[in-house]
């Protein structure tokens, strides 16, 4: 079945463009996070939206960063005026908010399912 | 703020070798993931711990949780080189954002 997209799958910008990256979830799922991984790092929580809102937005870096999520499904993240810290892989994850059952002895309560990631380079 | 930790960072290991890869973390939580991530690729999920006391196995690879020492483990028996990856493990606060480990970076020597 569809797994979560992302797109583009690489973007390189040049410092101080505004760039849009975009991820589409699993169908279905309402929770929605966005995560940035440096090379050779692990995951910083950018922002996790419920439907169409976002309780939490602290891991956002900067006022540059801001994202939106429109009839519970796609959501964008925006970086303005990027900077050369901003290269990164920008991953977006979706899961069910509520536990779905089991499946071959995984439950699949709150478990995120990862998109391939946007590969963001500034020059 | 919740930390994560994991160790070791880094491990080389010869196939056909056991070891276990450690998760501590700083707060209460009953739920703590594992997942591996291939290079250049995204994640991928490998198992959900919701318990104390849970244990998940699939192939070589078996995790644990032990909520009252806030530690999980993953154990690799007789490690192969498909093995070879890095491996997070994230803890669930409330499902409203997921605390990932540092990584650990596992390479498997035939």
């Known amino acids: 079945g569809a797994g979560v997209s992302q797109s583009p799958s690489n973007k390189v910008t040049e410092k101080g463009k505004d760039v849009e990256l975009r991820c589409d979830p699993i169908s279905g799922h309402t929770a929605l996070y966005w995560y940035r991984q440096s090379l050779g790092q692990g995951l910083e929580f950018l922002i996790y939206?419920?439907?169409?809102?976002?309780?939490?937005k602290s891991g956002l870096p900067s006022d540059r960063f801001s994202a939106e999520r429109t009839g519970g499904s796609v959501s964008t993240l925006t970086i303005q005026r990027t900077q050369q810290e901003d290269s990164a892989v920008y991953l977006c994850?979706?899961?069910?908010?509520?536990?779905?059952?089991?499946?071959?002895?995984?439950?699949?309560?709150?478990?995120?399912?990862f998109g391939p990631g946007t590969r963001l380079t500034v020059l | 703020e919740l930390k994560v930790e994991q160790n070791p960072l880094f491990l080389s290991m010869q196939e056909g070798k056991n070891y276990t890869i450690y998760c501590n973390y700083s707060t209460t939580s009953d739920r703590l993931y594992w997942y591996r991530q291939d290079p250049g690729k995204s994640l991928e999920s490998l198992f959900v711990?919701?318990?104390?006391?849970a244990v998940k196995q699939e192939g070589r690879l078996m995790a644990s949780l032990d909520t009252k020492a806030r530690l999980s483990t993953l154990h690799i028996t007789a490690a192969v080189h498909d093995l070879s990856a890095t491996y997070f493990c994230a803890v669930d606060m409330a499902g409203n954002q997921f605390y990932f480990g540092t990584g650990t970076s596992l390479t498997v020597i035939p």
């Open positions: 994850a979706s899961s069910p908010k509520y536990p779905v059952g089991t499946s071959g002895g995984r439950s699949s309560y709150n478990e995120q399912f």
């Open positions: 711990l919701l318990s104390n006391g």
């Open positions: 939206f419920q439907g169409n809102s976002a309780p939490d």
